[in-house]
């Protein structure tokens, strides 16, 4: 069973930045897509990017886009993803989540993803 742990998290202020890392463990040997969601409270969870199993393709959404990276690393059989958010905003304040799925289309409804995180919490504030 893949399971996957986020760290990075923190408190912050705008215009930092900040990088989240998510750890994965219990591949096999399917691809996978791999990417975060982010959840502000009273909203639902939102796409923030995705990227493909060998990295070669990414996805974001329009309000991260050219702010925040997504990169992946393997070592072994194991898999890190990574977020690295520049130029934050009070607007990016949620619970951001890792996720991942079987494949290689990358879906940007939450619905699509099999496998969640337990989530980090980032707080943009002066």
């Known amino acids: 069973q893949m399971q996957l742990v986020e760290s990075g998290g923190g408190l912050v202020q705008p215009g930092d930045s900040l990088t989240l890392s998510c750890e994965t463990s219990?591949?096999?040997?399917?691809?996978?897509?791999m990417g975060w969601f982010r959840q502000a409270p009273g909203q639902e969870r939102r796409f923030v990017g995705a990227?493909?199993?060998?990295?070669?393709?990414?996805?974001?959404s329009d309000s991260v886009k050219g702010r925040f990276t997504i990169s992946r690393f393997s070592k072994d059989k194991e898999n890190t993803v990574s977020l690295q958010m520049n130029n934050l905003k009070p607007e990016d304040t949620a619970v951001y989540y890792c996720?991942?799925?079987?494949?290689?289309?990358?879906?940007?409804?939450?619905?699509?993803?099999?496998?969640w995180g337990q989530g980090t919490q980032v707080t943009v504030s002066s």
């Open positions: 996720v991942a799925r079987k494949g290689g289309f990358l879906y940007t409804s939450s619905y699509n993803y099999e496998i």
């Open positions: 219990g591949l096999t040997n399917t691809p996978y897509v």
């Open positions: 990227i493909t199993w060998t990295g070669e393709e990414t996805k974001y």
